[in-house]
């Protein structure tokens, strides 16, 4: 059994988890699926702190973060090393000291003090909304404009040392990761030198509403199999 803690990525909350979480229960495993705080006061470090509360005082924790949840889970690992087992990025990465969400890219449109959630529709790109045809309404339904503060507030760590971690490659090829890891991209900073393991699970980059069963199934195996 692994203590999993599942964070959502902008304009999602806990519910986005709803559809894996119950496979990875069903499996034996205990998950807990994080709601950010999405008020405009919200900053990077309440989005860390929601997890290391979430952490508490369970060893061997497993996080699991998908797109900007990448960056509270980063955090978190870095505050309480000895409690977390391992990482999981989905379609993410760990980002470095003094690297923001919006340095990867400023949002397009900005609201006063919220990011407005995209379409989700796959007819305006293919690439990042694929596998979503007949979800987009119930997305929407639910997603909810996200903090802009805690995407231009940037990652601060003590350490740079970093737990186990697992890619998730769901919207590029692992070929592809790898070369940007070579290169140098902020959102695999330093990878080179540790313990990491790149996986493949084509889809967009909203794997747990297209690909639920496969990326329930992927997570169980990857807390599974000790790393290479």
Do not use: K
């Amino acid at each position: 059994m692994t203590n999993f803690i599942l964070v959502p990525g902008m304009w999602l909350g806990g519910w986005a988890w709803d559809a894996v979480s119950t496979r990875l229960r069903a499996a034996g495993h205990d998950v807990t699926a994080l709601d950010l705080d999405m008020t405009a006061e919200a900053t990077l470090d309440t989005h860390i702190g929601q997890v290391t509360s979430a952490v508490a005082d369970t060893q061997d924790v497993v996080l699991v973060g998908h797109s900007y949840g990448g960056l509270p889970v980063r955090g978190a690992a870095d505050r309480i090393p000895g409690q977390v087992a391992r990482v999981i990025y989905v379609d993410s990465g760990p980002l470095p000291d003094g690297v923001s969400q919006a340095d990867m890219g400023e949002p397009a449109t900005v609201d006063g003090e919220f990011i407005p959630p995209p379409s989700f529709d796959p007819a305006d790109d293919p690439l990042q909304f694929a596998g979503l045809d007949g979800l987009t309404d119930s997305i929407l339904a639910r997603a909810v404009p996200h903090p802009l503060a805690s995407a231009r507030q940037p990652l601060r760590l003590d350490s740079a040392s970093q737990p186990p971690t697992d890619l998730l490659c769901t919207t590029f090829a692992a070929a592809v990761v790898h070369q940007m890891i070579d290169a140098g991209h902020p959102f695999f900073s330093g990878l080179d030198r540790r313990d990491y393991r790149v996986h493949e699970l084509p889809t967009g980059h909203w794997a747990m509403f297209s690909r639920p069963d496969d990326l329930a199934a992927l997570l169980a195996s990857l807390v599974a199999v000790p790393a290479s």
